[in-house]
């Protein structure tokens, strides 16, 4: 079992347990902004859950049906996990409306605040490992549950600064005024998530940064080779895996094998500094040269 999915797992399990801590701190006050970050735990823990299950399917190697990998899987995961963020935000908008018409004062707001606070610091210390582990195993999936939890850990410091003002002031509106406004970053976090996972989905092009790596490595590996341009460079992202595919031109005269030994010099090159990438090279005579964007060889 690898380091990510031993991650997705460690979700499911720290899921529960913070669900658990939130759901007490809910039943200890009655409060409708402690349920509302008791409801968004629950949709952490379906998530992540939904993490493994993508996980495994972009595991899988090429076949017939899918000579690209499964790799995507990963997308479709972030897309339900969004989806589930922006239905738990629409049920918590539907109970503070009610507890606007019937505020009512909570019990014991201190200690259900505290194992609130509790919950929280877990959530925050995962979602920051999430995070890291997800960009440095180019796992978007992984990525998309950290930054989920990260905006959980933003909703429930606002819970309890909410709590903590009505339980000073006594105006018990707050509270589900408190939950309308976790609901509101909630839609904005689902929204972002989905927005995030559609950019896969859709083939997007690797960031500005990873071109230009892309076409300094291309540059510095076909320098020495009798190669004159490179055009046409286009990338997407499907996973970890990037997809690299660019015309390489060579005088008319080069000798298949010639051509052959560069073109696995340049991919290994590109392998070396992106080690998921899949490469594409098409070798074209000198007439096909292009005018304006192209890499460098120079």
């Not at 996980?55 to 090429?62: C, G, Y």
């Not at 796992?139 to 909703?155: C, E, I, Q, Y």
């Not at 909410?162 to 309308?180: H, Q, S």
């Not at 009798?226 to 060579?250: N, Q, S, Y």
Request: hydrophobic share 55%; glycine share 8%.
């Amino acid at each position: 079992m690898d380091r990510v999915m031993r991650l997705a797992i460690g979700s499911v399990l720290v899921g529960l347990f913070v669900m658990a801590l939130k759901v007490v701190a809910w039943q200890v006050t009655g409060s409708l902004a402690l349920m509302s970050d008791a409801l968004e735990s629950l949709v952490n823990l379906a998530t992540a859950a939904a993490v493994i299950v993508a996980l495994r399917v972009a595991k899988r190697p090429a076949d017939d049906n899918h000579p690209y990998g499964h790799h995507k899987a990963e997308f479709f995961s972030a897309v339900l996990e969004g989806v589930l963020i922006v239905l738990a935000a629409l049920f918590i908008l539907r109970e503070a409306w009610s507890g606007f018409f019937a505020p009512r004062a909570m019990d014991e707001p201190i200690l259900g605040m505290a194992i609130s606070a509790g919950a929280g610091a877990i959530n925050g210390i995962w979602a920051w490992l999430l995070i890291r582990e997800g960009r440095a195993h180019r796992s978007p999936a992984l990525v998309a549950d950290g930054r989920h939890l990260m905006t959980d850990v933003v909703s429930s410091v606002g819970v309890l600064i909410g709590v903590a003002l009505a339980v000073i002031t006594g105006w018990w509106v707050l509270d589900p005024v408190m939950a309308v406004l976790v609901a509101l970053n909630i839609l904005w976090s689902g929204w972002m998530v989905i927005k995030g996972s559609l950019s896969g989905l859709m083939d997007e092009a690797v960031s500005e940064n990873e071109q230009a790596t892309i076409r300094a490595v291309i540059a510095r590996a076909a320098r020495d080779g009798v190669a004159l341009e490179a055009h046409d460079l286009r990338t997407r992202h499907a996973g970890p895996v990037t997809f690299i595919d660019f015309h390489l031109v060579v005088p008319g005269e080069t000798s298949v094998e010639t051509a052959h030994v560069l073109c696995d010099r340049i991919e290994a090159a590109l392998m070396t500094a992106l080690p998921d990438a899949r490469v594409t090279i098409h070798v074209e005579p000198e007439h096909k040269a292009k005018e304006g964007a192209h890499v460098s060889l120079n």
